[in-house]
C-alpha cells in the first residue's frame, strides 16, 4: 500500500500564505504525477494543481499566480504554496499521486491522501 503524511494547513487571513507538503511512501516503484485537490463543503472535488515527473505543471485558472507545486522527487514529496490567500480558498486539500508499483508493472495507480484542513477567513 502507500501512505501519504499531509502537513501545512490551517487557519490563515486573507492575503496570507501557507505551505502544504505532502510525503508518499510504501509500496512505490517511481511517481508519474503528484497534485492536490480541494473539496469544500457542499461542493464536489475540484483539482488545484498537479505536477508530472518531468516538472510539468497545471493549475485550476482559480489559482493561476497564486500557488505554486513543486516536488522533490528523492523524497516523493510534492509541496503547494499558496499566497494571497481568499476566502474562496477554504477547503480540505486532497494530495493525490499517480504511480508506478513495480518495474515490471506498467501499469500506473492513483491514490488519495487523506486530507489537511486550510480555512481563510478574518
Known amino acids: 500500500q502507500v501512505q501519504f503524511v499531509e502537513s501545512g494547513g490551517g487557519l490563515v487571513q486573507p492575503g496570507g500564505s501557507l505551505r502544504l507538503s505532502c510525503a508518499a511512501s510504501?509500496?512505490?516503484?517511481?511517481?508519474?504525477?503528484m497534485g492536490w485537490y480541494r473539496q469544500a463543503p457542499g461542493k464536489q472535488r475540484e483539482l488545484v494543481a498537479t505536477?508530472?515527473?518531468?516538472?510539468?505543471?497545471n493549475y485550476a485558472d482559480s489559482v493561476k499566480g497564486r500557488f505554486t507545486i513543486s516536488r522533490d522527487s528523492a523524497k516523493n514529496t510534492v509541496y503547494l504554496q499558496m499566497n494571497s490567500l481568499k476566502p474562496e480558498d477554504t477547503a480540505t486539500y486532497y494530495c493525490?499521486?499517480?504511480?508506478?508499483?513495480?518495474?515490471?508493472?506498467?501499469?500506473?495507480?492513483?491514490?488519495w491522501g487523506q486530507g489537511t484542513q486550510v480555512a481563510v477567513s478574518s
Open positions: 493525490n499521486a499517480d504511480l508506478y508499483r513495480s518495474a515490471f508493472d506498467r501499469k500506473r495507480y492513483n491514490y
Open positions: 510504501g509500496y512505490i516503484f517511481s511517481i508519474y504525477a
Open positions: 505536477i508530472t515527473s518531468d516538472e510539468s505543471t
